[in-house]
């Protein structure tokens, strides 16, 4: 088996859920590369070097530039904050390096363009970490779709919703808080959450076309952690916004960092003309599903245990009826994105893919200012 050097930038929450996909992967898929845990990059040199060591990285880089100049690093996996992508991507793409990047993919659709136009260039393989597609749950709603279960489609609802950031005190900037940060995240909810369901959307539903959109910004003004001082926040607490899809059907997507009680609510369904489905990620395993073709005296909503030997991925984890967790996601990215380079045949979304996501984001914040319904930007095949 070929082997396929890991080089990762950041040890925070998606450090650790890639680092975790990359050392099981070839232990449960059969593949043609094994990922070998290369090296390790943030810029503390004592909080990587206990990251690398818990996890089996051999190495560690303070200067992600040092990393991407490394002749021993096949991949390079970014898991830094989000204005660190395009420089990094750019860079690696540069160095020859495939490219395995955490969404969004960037800051706003003109940085992403960027970043499609280099790998473009270079041909380097490139893949973005929108793992929700990869539950075996979500896999299965696109599998039936696809062979046409549903028929005509009239509606998709989507929320994500959270409840962390209520608190005034909490300050904006740094170490886990750059999400409240405009210049490090690039939006809110919008670009942080709404991104994962966009995605979603769209790859079970096709190309979204216009959208309205209101987003909020509930506390105005945070302590800027870098700075000390107190400074406007420029991030959307909370965004909703409507859609059309170019297939005719509807969409509704509302996510907020402000509903108290929820931590991770990420919920969607689709309602089409002979089946609906309803998933959500607190009971990831499950799909629920009503076919209005079953006999009248038995319709009714399905909760379909997602865990047979024939549900997408599940034959490579344990016996039909035992569970798998969030963290498989990325297991299974890992494994389609390393099947890809077996098969010459890139796992989805790539970067352009990725852009779709961040077009639409970008229209969604400016229908947000405006007040009108914004056309989305496509991207060129
Ligand atoms: N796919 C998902 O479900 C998902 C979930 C969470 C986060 N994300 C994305 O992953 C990325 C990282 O988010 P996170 O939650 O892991 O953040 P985090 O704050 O937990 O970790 C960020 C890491 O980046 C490192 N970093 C910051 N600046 C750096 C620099 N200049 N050089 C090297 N390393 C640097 C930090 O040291 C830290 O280890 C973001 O783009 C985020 O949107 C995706």
Redesign the pocket.
């Known amino acids: 088996m070929k082997k396929l050097n890991v080089g990762m930038?950041?040890?925070?929450?998606?450090?650790r859920?890639h680092s975790n996909a990359f050392r099981k992967v070839s232990n449960f898929f059969d593949l043609g590369y094994k990922p070998v845990l290369k090296a390790a990059?943030?810029?503390?040199e004592a909080?990587i070097k206990t990251f690398a060591d818990k996890w089996g990285y051999e190495s560690i880089e303070t200067?992600?530039r040092k990393l991407l100049e490394r002749k021993d690093i096949d991949v390079v996996d970014i898991?830094?904050?989000?204005n660190?992508?395009k420089e990094i991507a750019i860079a690696a793409s540069k160095a020859g390096k495939m490219i395995l990047c955490?969404?969004?993919l960037a800051m706003n659709g003109v940085e992403g363009e960027a970043m499609v136009k280099e790998v473009e260039k270079s041909k380097i393989p490139n893949m973005v970490?929108?793992?929700?597609r990869r539950v075996p749950a979500v896999t299965l709603a696109k599998q039936l779709i696809n062979e046409g279960k549903l028929g005509k489609i009239f509606h998709f609802r989507a929320k994500f919703l959270q409840d962390w950031t209520i608190s005034a005190d909490l300050p904006q900037g740094g170490?886990?808080l750059?999400r409240l940060d405009i210049n490090a995240a690039g939006s809110g909810v919008t670009?942080?959450l709404l991104a994962?369901c966009i995605d979603t959307a769209i790859w079970l539903n096709g190309p979204i076309v216009k959208v309205t959109a209101m987003t909020e910004t509930f506390i105005k003004e945070r302590k800027h952690t870098l700075t000390g001082k107190v400074e406007p926040v420029g991030i959307d607490d909370a965004c909703a916004f409507l859609a059309r899809f170019a297939n005719g059907s509807l969409a509704t997507f509302e996510s907020t960092r402000y509903a108290r009680g929820h931590k991770a609510e990420y919920t969607f369904e689709i309602n089409g003309e002979n089946a609906s489905i309803f998933w959500d990620l607190h009971d990831l395993h499950r799909m629920e599903y009503f076919e209005h073709r079953d006999e009248g005296r038995l319709r009714g909503w399905r909760s379909i245990h997602v865990t047979d030997g024939d549900h997408p991925y599940m034959d490579k984890w344990w016996v039909p009826g035992l569970q798998i967790g969030y963290e498989h996601s990325f297991v299974h990215h890992v494994a389609d994105f390393i099947d890809g380079l077996d098969k010459n045949k890139p796992a989805m979304p790539d970067f352009k893919e990725a852009l779709v996501t961040q077009y639409i984001c970008d229209a969604v914040l400016k229908s947000a200012k405006t007040g009108d319904w914004e056309d989305v930007k496509q991207v060129k095949p």
């Open positions: 930038i950041g040890y925070g929450f998606m450090g859920a990059c943030a810029r503390d909080k200067d992600w898991c830094a904050p989000n660190l992508h955490e969404k969004p970490w929108y793992n929700y170490t886990g750059w670009g942080d994962h």
